[in-house]
């Protein structure tokens, strides 16, 4: 079975450790989710700044105007997936 893949808009800040990321999707949801999995124009410089960026999510239902995405990470707020705008996210692609 394929997955479809696609990147998130989201809020990135430092994680606990020096491999990941903490990451805050539009919806109040959040993730620690690894760093290779998230593009970042820039790195955090310390725990409290907050830079945009985009994490990788794998689609699992969609709905004209919504997505539900399952991010690689451990949620920190909210589920496992999310139900997310479709504008949050780029367009979707076919993962082998």
Not at 29 to 46: G, M
Not at 55 to 70: R, S
Not at 80 to 86: F, K, Q, V
């Amino acid at each position: 079975m394929t997955s479809a893949k696609t990147s998130v808009s989201c809020v990135v800040s430092m994680g606990f450790f020096s491999s990941e990321y903490y990451i805050k999707l539009s919806t109040g949801d959040a993730y620690i989710v690894d760093r290779s999995n998230v593009t970042v124009d820039r790195v955090p410089q310390n725990r409290t700044e907050e830079i945009g960026g985009k994490v990788v999510a794998y689609v699992v239902d969609q709905t004209a105007t919504v997505l539900l995405v399952e991010l690689p990470g451990e949620p920190v707020a909210g589920g496992l997936r999310s139900w997310i705008p479709r504008n949050d996210a780029d367009p979707i692609v076919q993962a082998a």
